[in-house]
């Protein structure tokens, strides 16, 4: 058994190299078939293509499975299964847009101000239908990349994608609306999964990147604790993941065994101190599956 | 409640950013505003200065804390409550020191010698004083620099900072006096100090901060042991750390858990070997708060 | 007490300072004197010597112990105890061999074809031996360097050593034999041997420097599990590694904890999640001795 | 008077920048407005954009003029004023073409063979027409990049741009036929170039960019030679470049100064030695306008 | 006869090494002296060090002169002798400029606005007697660097450096006033300059940087022009640069070769190729002495 | 006519591919098959060898000519013509020298002393005979490299190659004699410099590379003087190289022009100025032939 499947060019490429590594699949993109890069996991045969490239060919059979991005997953209508989204980025929780937006100082308000203009754009089919659904004529033009920089002088508006706006910001653009929300999917290939040993592959794949995934936002953490204080310190942890109590041999004596969320560290460990903890060990993680 | 705080640009600002990182608190230094770092700690208001400058600052209330070097500190005579100390360097134990230098070649023995001499230094009013309570009267100037190499060609001696002494070796210079020793140290305003909710914040810095510097001296280590050789393996831990013991579903086995210092582990994985333990395993830490 | 000890300069450099780091020796390279670098264990007197070179300063005494290839060992006849193996290279668990190889277009095709013949070999004596007791005259001459680039316009054949095979390949030739296995070794000088407490040193080097290599390979591993499906989930682990296994404080609940290999990760944790495990942790480990 | 000028981003891109600067005119493209690049040239007014974008907006008029690949003014059958061609590379001195190209191991021979089968390509519209004019109907695709890869496994053939074949040759491809030869280009707007100032402004350009390209491939030559052995010193020098001749004080000797080909350099020194030239010096030119 | 010579470190130490370089004499700032720099000249001594010393140590007779900024000179009232000025800078043909500055959004409009308020600055003398032939006491404090991103939360205002006006505008500062103008200056001992070998070695230097600045803006040109065009061609060459005219063996030929400015070279040649210039060729050069 | 040509791999390499592009003569040494690099000029079959084997791979005919070291040719007793040295380094004149060298702090005082020692060399034969000849019988060893460190630990003496000495003396040597000069040298086969295409292509060769090796030491130089001082300019100006006068348009004016050497440049360009030049240009030159 083989497993074609599509690891996206670009901007999503190191990242996902960096995940299958940290998931345990080693994928040795250099030499001189690049493009077809080997790995350890002897059931996969990977291609590297740019992510608007990957919906077709997981249509069309060419591919099994792929990572890309629900955006162009959409923007080709390519009929396949959409496994599950992979959440890359820490920097933010909310979702990739791809806004309207026109120039600061331009007079367009709304959408249909823009009747008669030109909107430049690399979603070219999605920005259309947008369009059309509202009834508002526009012409939609092809943008081969910089679309950002484009409005006012050479467009009156764009369709562009953006993560935390500051990209907009730092070109004074203003969102007028928001087209589409994205984030990073495992497709498969319709057929593929009627196969139940392909199936069972690209589930066990989705186990460990979701785990892997995870592990980057949370931390290993264990402390002990006598009897007296053993309540107060576990209510100081969160809810969310039930803690791991075990006798010491130290009559009235346990460990605490959990895992902290990244974010929530600095906040927790100086109550769990002042709860009375000791021996606090927080350590590095490499896959968490609850 | 929003926390003023000095981070020190120069030789300290990469340990102090990662530092922090490591405690669980990103610090972007990157973008347009990059003297006053965001973080993402919302309670923290990041400003980037230079170490001899944020005692002046700390003193004056325009920050709430900072860290900096106990050397600025006591040369600016600010008056501020010192937190605790934050012992960044791995490579030595002994404190950084000024010191008295001259030239390997020169005929000066003490500090004595150098009567109506002229001495080159960054630090001015400390070295002023040191000399005045001796009543040795000399001719300090202002060093803008590269204070090392200047004797004997350009000054008669130096006071200049030291910590392994290499350089001063490599500019073939005599120590002759220790005018004062230092080490890293966070500070806080004296009215700060007295806001409870500031206070207890500063507090929680120390505590993430401390636990961060101990464990990047310390690993984590976990053996099994039978009844027989517990007490063996116990005994060739370092009494400092308690381990942790518990049972294990095989009767009669201990799992035996303890962190160690990074220097002795090359001693002690032998001798408990050799003692009787198995199933050694050795892993990283993130922190550590006893 | 102190053991001179040899470090192989070049291709092997990195990754033995690496893992003298990784097992808890801070070898400093840089500086005036590096070719005599310092390290952090006052018992160790490095030098940092070509791995030709090392096998006969062992022999003469010059160098206590250190840390070379089979092939010079060989090579140079030298007369020394050969203390372990360590397997450095995670790339591939063969061994390195020196092969005799010719163009891939030539018309030999076994080792006797080669009578008369020019053969350029950095490995000059074995190579010369080799054909000896096959009973095949050629002419052997030292290579020195980009061996492998020199058939067939320069040399008939040459004898290089190889590891997967990719650098033969890239250059077009073809193996005929293999001469010698080899791999990266321990040796030590017979007098040094012979002494108690220099043995015991080298025996304690061994012990870290193996674990830190099999840490390479390894991960640690928890998860807990009911008593319901603690069998199913035992079954699942490798056999080699004998689970920790410990009674949680709640009732009924078992916490399970192995080392899993790298390899097997991404096969294991699928099946252990099917059989019933839950709060599946996989964390990093520095070191693991058995 | 401002000239909008489009620079074009990519691959063109530092070549067209320092093509400028050794022009005489400095473009700064670092800073905040980077698409929008300052020179020191005030009736210039730069925009960097996508060759592929050029033609269209020098269309428009949003450009007076710009530099671009004929392919891209192909392609988008913008109507425009093609001023001169650039020859920017050096190596080699045939045009850059597009290909329609298969894989080497392919049963494919000609275009008809491709009847039915599917083409990826960057430029479709002129290979759609290509294959039109020829009655074969093929599905032409584009391609986000990375064509050459395609073949077999993705499409049956490509169309991609091609310099001296190795990247083809290294994807194991096989052409089959020219479907357009390109170069870079200067071109203007229509009514730009009706505007006598703009139109003098932009063949100004013409003037310093040629001379600038041309005097990458020449170097300054000057040797001394006295009257028996002119003649024969002309004669070796190539006829294309009148050489100039001056009276040295000396009677009977003269200076001989001329421009040589970098590729003939070589050849005609050591024969200009032999025929009698002293005093030879070669010298490196910034511009060349014959 | 040994001149001993500031180098100034610091932003102007590569600008000069390189100076120095192109004028003729290699400095080699690498290796253990790095402060005490070797060059190929034997007459020079060379000590690099901050330019804010330079004019101190020049003064004392320790340096017999160096090169450093006019504005420290003048705070260190400092009496030497002003040899000539260097300029270094093609960035901007205005002068640096020490100017005092507040927060885009203060109150403050002019000098007189700051009475009673705090002052940051590195030239702490010059400002503070500015501020005292103005009669408006403020308190000016010594800044340790970074002095322009102090306003207004640390600062009312700042005295501090500009050449172009960027960092003031980027930190968004508001300039009130001209504190003083600066430019880079060649300094001389006063007794040094009476002693007639050192001050000849001192104008020999002087000769030759200033000769190699020039040559930085300027480039060589030369071309042919029969006898009827010459007049026409010399009337477009500036008047400044007078160029030189030799009698070609071509009877009626004049070669004409002259200096351009770098600036200008973008707007004479289109003209001279239409005045009748031929074979036109601009060679790079390396000094320029009038 | 193809001419096999050695190019030395090591630290000769960058110096000899960068003469053979400024003597016109481009090396690709990228791509899949480095060690047989490509050039432009097709008369050339070049083959990149470590220097010890060319003087063997010329004497078999195996190459044509090639460029090595003196001392590799006189090691290998190779009986090859020697074309001409070629002076690579500009930082000194002197030519290199393998040395007897023993520690700072040794005994040794002589060759003789070294009876019965151990000497580790590269230059094997070499030093054998050379202490044959002198009838001292010593131990010589082959050194695989950083020979330099080897003394007092390892062995007794060293023979090594230096130019300037500094790595003597920061290793702590003392020289007691020079064994061998050397200097690299263009060499043939002498089979192949009895064919006269090919000698008369190695000469060409040696001109184009001598003139270029000249151009770097040299610049160009030319200034303006009237009748009246012209023999005093003459005067200042080196003998060896013939100054070109001839006559300007402007009546009793003379153009002078020459070449100066680089170490000249700073002490003539002041004196031709006093002496009554004008009009001073110096511009670097790519070759100079006399």
Known sequence: ?????????????????????????????????????????????????????????????ILDAGITGYDWTFESKAKVVQVCELQYSKASRTK???????SEDSKFRKAEDLRGK????ELVQTTKNWFKQKHIPVDVEFSWGATEVKPPRLVDAIVDITETGSS????????????????TI?????????????????????????GTLAAENFVGFKCNVDEKHLRQVLD?????????????????????????????????????????????????????IK
Chains 1, 2, 3, 4, 5, 6 share one sequence.
């Open 1 to 61: 058994m083989k497993l074609s499947f599509g690891i996206p060019k670009g901007s999503l490429q190191d990242a996902t190299i960096n995940l299958f590594r940290k998931a345990g699949i080693h994928i040795d993109i250099h030499g001189s078939r690049s493009y077809f890069p080997q790995s350890d996991d002897p059931e996969l045969d990977l291609i590297l293509m740019r992510p608007q490239e990957i919906p077709r060919y997981v249509q069309q059979g």
């Open 96 to 102: 990739c847009r791809w806004v309207l937006a026109v």
């Open 118 to 121: 030109r909107v430049a754009t």
């Open 168 to 183: 907009l910001r730092s070109n004074r653009l203003r969102v007028l609306d928001v087209v589409l929300e994205t984030c």
């Open 186 to 210: 495992l497709i498969a290939n319709r057929e593929t999964w009627k196969n139940q040993q392909k199936k069972l592959k690209i589930e066990n794949l989705k186990l460990l990147l979701e």
């Open 236 to 288: 100081v942890m969160p809810a969310l993941h039930n803690p791991t109590v075990s006798h010491l041999s130290d009559k009235g004596w346990y460990a605490v065994e959990t895992i902290l969320e990244l974010d929530q560290v600095k906040h927790i460990i100086p109550q769990i101190k002042r709860a009375g903890g000791s021996g606090i060990v927080e350590y590095p993680v490499n896959k968490i």
